[in-house]
């Protein structure tokens, strides 16, 4: 696991605070990415389907997908993967157990978590990218639901477009959290060329004037 | 006209029907469509679907029912109509026995998610009532993996309709739910609640289930029913595919049966074909009869506790009798306190929870729900429900997820009455206490004969032997001195004559007495002499479970002493003590965040030091201290986490010692906080409670997904004039406002302080709140501001 990226979770801001962390300190995050590991089951679900750009929004095998800055991400794109990661609720049930009775650890078990459902979306794209290339394609970047205008509220439909409850036990709630609570949905657009995208994952965000974690 | 169908079950072996999603896939069903609307669209196709099966051999059809719940399709009148004509096309194409199938209700219950038992229970109990209307001849549960969401199916079947109960779970190539359950922990539970038959589907092929399957026979009392899948589907041009064919399933089918399997059917993959196959192979096959192990067994939602050989501990602490803090936490519903005794004892070695809430200013049934609850949310480990009042009882078992202790019944007639039912209808173990209207017998004989009436009146209400233990009850011996033996006879003939598992609390035995642990460990010692089976004792303490696991291992329990030397083989470093470094060292040992140290130190300074200066003069200043440096970047939130923690744990020493010299506790204010509804992250909530209560803050946390009422209520119960609000979704900002719209609509004059991911103070004046505290040390400065303290 990228040990520097969990850092920056934990608000760790560069080469020089980290320096200045303690040897305990280092040696807790270290057990705990550990422990992080020992905690999880990731499984994941993913499908490649054609999409329709016509009338209002891309329409991926069926599913509609609302917003803008989706079309915008996937304009040109041949076909897309509709994907779901999730952790399992292990991990959930251990970070409660901490926030009880030791935060520090739970803080940073909360942020490896986070790091390790990043970890298993890119393995899961990686998959995803042997597909498309078998087909002569190249993947996109992810994107998913609460990115810019492409709305949270489709995430009942896109669980239940890739089956996800039964599948990989990932739901969410009436509240669009996904539950087990490290877990991800994401697109990702198979194109006839390469794209070059870089961090606009950023940009299109509607937090990324004050945030820590912006890349540059 | 036929037969029942729970009478056929006892000679034939049943046959089901095979997978649905496959055949309506392959007509037509699209990714995302809710297959259940074709019952109303295309009921042809479905009739030829149950047609198909019917000619292959099923007898009983499962409706086009699995996902037909008001979640899935809310308008009114939309589950009546799907259900009705799902039943009412099974039925048609002439199926002998028609099952009301019954899925998870997809969504995660808590506290992994937000979906509530008495939600989860009225949810399906919408679809049982109207299936049975609609003409079922049984419900078909299937593809669980939460124990506690198919506990709420099972009760929604049980208490509204009057039909069979099949209940199977979907099991991962770990042999596990994906929430964590086994099959020996569902077997277990779901028997003990009264299934008709229950076992696994779907997930997997027959062949990986087998050794699943064995461990379910192993322990079933009931039928035993595998749907498997035709095989691990494979992934062909974006199509799973599925490998095993009819004959080789048939194949397996004989093998299941033989293993012990009483009905069969399929699941995903599976096809007219492969049930034809099926018929084939078994016809003429009678059921195995179940010879299942008898066994004294607990179980939470995913372990199980074995209570009828060797020793297994039970965790006494979750109990207020004597117990100041545990009474003030229960009180102020701190949860997080009692929390934490349940995860010190599991960690101490226990193997039960004694829970025990009983106040008299409380409303018992409710808190003890909502500890239960809590409880589990954080531990694998079983309860044991432990009450004098029935009702309490009786929401502490329902809202368990497994199959609990009761603690207790007694030899009273009225006693019996109240409890063995309870006992029943949960499917709970229950401790019986040998006492009755005329009190304890002063002999073991004495204790024995009411252990015996216990017995007899257990076995009247249905409950087997093994589901009842006997505690014949620890007296002090200080003042019965001869009755310490006669306990420990009791224990042995009970055992002896009975064959009943016992318990035993053994703390009260050296009331009165100085060096108590000396008299507790050696009577403990001899009770397990005696074969008892689980001690209710406090494992925190050292010396009891020293005492179990030299007993585990003299007893052959603990295997080749494997656990023993694991705990004690490296024995014999005691931790380096802590230096004096006089006072000046306590800020340093905060701003550090060495929280070993803390509490100690707190301690020696409360010989000379005031409680009060050590917070004014220690931990405010050096929290501020670590605060500007946080500001600064110098650290970073771990650290500062750390530092957090090392008050709170100097601060519980502080409250120790004020309660023991009668100093009431002065807060700098009392201040409210939750997680709104609808969301569930806890975590920042959490954090700004420590650094709250760190600065001196009395908080009350009501916790997560906080129903808006709730938190009006206790915002006048409490009489707080400050509300701290958690919200982390978009989503969810909608009920921070209606929290804070409905506590002014209840003319409550309070501020709202609101922090969260996504707030900001643009949102906050959108959800109509005065403060945006964009952290925990924020929140401290808010308080500040607010009740007049120097920042």
């Avoid at chain 1, 492409?150 to 896109?158: A, H, S, T």
């Avoid at chain 2, 077997?187 to 009264?194: E, I, P, R, V, Y």
């Avoid at chain 2, 310490?484 to 055992?495: F, R, Y």
């Avoid at chain 2, 978009?730 to 609101?754: Q, Y």
Wanted: glycine share 10%; hydrophobic share 40%.
């Amino acid at each position: 696991m990228d040990k520097g990226q969990v850092l920056r979770y934990l608000g760790c801001r560069d080469w020089h605070q980290a320096q200045a962390i303690s040897r305990e300190m280092d040696r807790l995050v270290d057990r705990m990415i550990a422990e992080c590991e020992e905690l999880i089951t990731p499984r994941y679900v993913w499908e490649i389907t054609g999409l329709t750009f016509a009338g209002q929004h891309v329409e991926a095998g069926g599913l509609a997908l609302p917003g803008k800055d989706i079309e915008a991400h996937l304009q040109g794109a041949r076909s897309a993967a509709l994907l779901a990661v999730t952790l399992g609720g292990e991990v959930d049930r251990a970070i409660r157990c901490y926030e009880v009775r030791d935060m520090t650890r739970a803080v940073i078990l909360d942020a490896a978590a986070g790091q390790a459902v990043e970890e298993a979306c890119d393995l899961v794209q990686a998959e995803v990218g042997k597909m498309a290339d078998r087909d002569g394609l190249w993947t996109g970047t992810r994107f998913s639901p609460g990115y810019g205008d492409f709305p949270l509220e489709i995430q009942p439909d896109f669980l239940r477009w890739l089956d996800a409850a039964r599948k990989i036990g990932l739901a969410c709630t009436p509240t669009l959290i996904l539950t087990p609570r490290k877990s991800v949905t994401a697109v990702i657009g198979l194109f006839p060329q390469p794209v070059e995208r870089c961090g606009e994952n950023c940009m299109y965000c509607n937090q990324s004037q004050d945030c820590p974690y912006r890349r540059s | 006209m036929l037969p029942k169908l729970m009478d056929v079950i006892k000679d034939e072996v049943i046959l089901l029907d095979g997978a649905m999603g496959t055949m309506l896939q392959r007509h037509g069903l699209k990714a995302g469509d809710l297959p259940e609307l074709m019952n109303l669209t295309h009921p042809e196709l479905l009739t030829s679907i149950h047609k198909a099966y019917l000619e292959a051999g099923a007898v009983i059809a499962s409706a086009n029912t699995f996902g037909a719940s008001a979640l899935k399709y809310p308008n009114p009148g939309q589950v009546e109509e799907v259900i009705r004509a799902g039943i009412g096309i099974a039925r048609v194409a002439g199926a002998p026995w028609v099952g009301l199938d019954v899925g998870p209700l997809g969504q995660l219950m808590e506290p992994m998610g937000v979906l509530r038992f008495d939600e989860a229970y009225r949810l399906f109990a919408q679809q049982m009532v109207v299936g049975e209307q609609a003409g079922a001849d049984c419900v078909l549960l299937e593809t669980f993996s939460d124990l506690y969401e198919i506990k709420a199916a099972v009760l929604a079947a049980k208490e509204n309709t009057s039909l069979p109960i099949f209940a199977t779970m979907t099991y991962q190539g770990d042999g596990r739910t994906f929430v964590g359950c086994d099959p020996i922990t569902a077997t277990l539970t779901l028997q003990s609640l009264g299934v008709d038959a229950l076992g696994i589907n779907c997930s997997l092929g027959p062949k990986e289930l087998m050794p699943l399957v064995e461990q379910v026979v192993r322990y079933a009392k009931v039928p035993v029913l595998v749907q498997a899948n035709a095989g691990l589907p494979e992934m062909a041009d974006g199509q799973a595919v599925y490998s095993v064919g009819p004959e080789e399933y048939g194949e397996y089918a004989v093998k299941l049966v033989e293993a012990g399997v009483g009905m069969i059917g399929g699941c995903c993959g599976t096809t007219p074909a492969h049930i034809a196959a099926i018929d084939r192979r078994i016809r003429g096959l009678r059921p195995v009869k179940p010879r299942p192990a008898k066994v004294t067994a607990a179980c939470s939602g995913t372990r199980t506790v074995f209570l009828h050989q060797g020793v297994a501990v039970i965790g006494e602490r979750i109990n207020p009798t004597g117990k100041k803090r545990l009474k003030e936490a229960l009180r102020e519903g701190r949860m997080e306190y009692i929390l934490g005794e349940a995860l010190d004892q599991a960690d101490a070695g226990a193997d039960l929870l004694d829970v025990n809430v009983g106040l008299p200013e409380l409303d018992e049934p409710a808190v003890m729900a909502r500890v239960v609850r809590e409880i589990q949310g954080v531990t694998p480990l079983p309860l044991q429900i432990d009450s004098s009042n029935v009702e309490a009882l009786e929401r502490g078992v329902r809202y368990y997820n497994g199959r609990p202790l009761i603690n207790s019944v007694n030899g009273k007639r009225e006693s019996m009455a109240a409890v063995f039912p309870l006992a029943k209808k949960y499917g709970a173990l229950v401790v019986g206490l040998t006492l009755d209207e005329n009190g304890i017998p002063s002999t073991a004989q004495g204790r024995l004969e009411i252990a015996r009436r216990l017995l007899e009146n257990a076995l009247a209400h249905g409950i087997s032997k093994e589901d009842l233990l006997i505690d014949p009850l620890t007296l002090t011996v200080s003042a019965q001195q001869d009755q310490a033996v006669e306990t420990l006879e009791a224990v042995a003939l009970v055992k002896r004559e009975l064959g009943l598992a016992t318990v035993l609390g053994v703390s009260n035995v050296s009331f009165g007495l100085p060096a108590r642990e000396m008299i507790n460990t050696t009577f403990l010692a001899a009770a397990l002499g005696k074969g008892l089976n689980a001690p209710i004792l406090n494992p925190l303490s050292k010396r009891y479970m020293e005492t179990v696991d030299a007993f585990r291992v003299l007893s052959g329990q603990d295997r080749d002493a494997a656990r023993f030397v694991e705990r004690y083989g490296s024995q014999g470093k005691e931790p380096a003590p802590v230096k004096n470094m006089g006072e000046r060292a306590l800020i340093s040992i905060i701003i550090q965040g060495r929280k070993e140290e803390s509490a100690a130190k707190v301690k020696e300074m409360l010989e000379t030091v005031e409680p009060i200066e050590i917070v004014d003069q220690y931990f405010i200043p050096a929290l501020n201290q670590v605060g500007a440096s946080y500001a600064k970047g110098d650290l970073f939130l771990p650290q500062l986490i750390q530092s957090a923690e090392t008050v709170q744990r100097a601060f519980e020493v502080l409250r120790d010692h004020m309660e023991r010299s009668g100093q009431r506790r002065e807060s700098r204010g009392k201040i409210l906080i939750a997680t709104v509804e609808g969301d569930i992250h806890d975590i920042g909530k959490n954090i700004v409670r420590m650094v709250l209560e760190n600065y001196g803050y009395g908080v009350i946390d009501l916790g997560k997904d906080v129903p808006v009422a709730e938190v009006v209520e206790a915002a006048r119960r409490e009489r707080v004039r400050l509300i701290g609000l958690s919200a982390l979704m978009t989503t969810t900002v909608a009920n921070m406002k209606r929290s804070i719209d409905a506590v002014k609509a209840a003319g409550l004059d309070c501020k709202f302080m609101v922090g969260g991911a996504v707030l900001s103070e643009e949102y906050k004046d959108l959800v109509g709140a005065d403060y945006y505290a964009k952290d925990a040390l924020d929140s401290v400065a808010i308080a500040n501001r607010f009740f007049g303290w120097p920042e």
